[in-house]
């Protein structure tokens, strides 16, 4: 695994059907992103824990929940139980983050949050280190396949200074429109993982894919 730049392909952008032989197309990634939606947080519906706990089983590299549900302080844990590498809950969605970041580790998995592009950060910046991963939204959360939103690069750079300023290892990932035309972006902005869709999925070659992500998001990458 890189210690710098990681790139995570979305399995909303395989094939449902043919999920395992999808999965075994990208064995050259960091982590495979499964996004959990509810139908209630997000307007559309993906799947729950069995669903994660059977990809679990079958996929070659470990897994990147993002969780877009109500509710996540009953749910979340349930997905680190089940051995998700990383869970990412939303901040909106949240009662009490900290507690929640908390009760993830504690079980085994990274904990992260998630913020939605109208969704200010100032919060977040004074208890970075209670979370291992924050995810800015670069698209609505909810579909697959929307255009990545430039205006949150500033969000993404003002973390990436926070962190440095503090000492922090927190990871700074991007979710939404990323290919190779806007990955650059987003790695001079301050992302280190790339959570990408169709880019890698709709390739002919998807671990050539990777590795033109991987290069190019390296080459731009702010440390």
Known sequence: MSDTVRINPSILAADFVNMQADLARITTADFVHVDVMDNHFVPNLTFGPQMVERIQATSPVPLDVHLMIS???QWAPQYAEIGAASVTFHLEA?????SLARRLREIGARAGVAVKPATPIDGLLDVLDEFDQ???MTVEPGFGGQSFLADQMPKLAHLRAEARRRGSQVWLQV???????TIAQAAEAGADTFVAGSAVFGADDPGRAIAALRSEATRHHRH
């Open 134 to 136: 924050i995810l800015v």
């Open 71 to 73: 509710d996540p302080e």
């Open 175 to 181: 979710d939404g429109g990323i290919g190779e035309s």
């Open 94 to 98: 949240a009662t009490d983050p900290i």
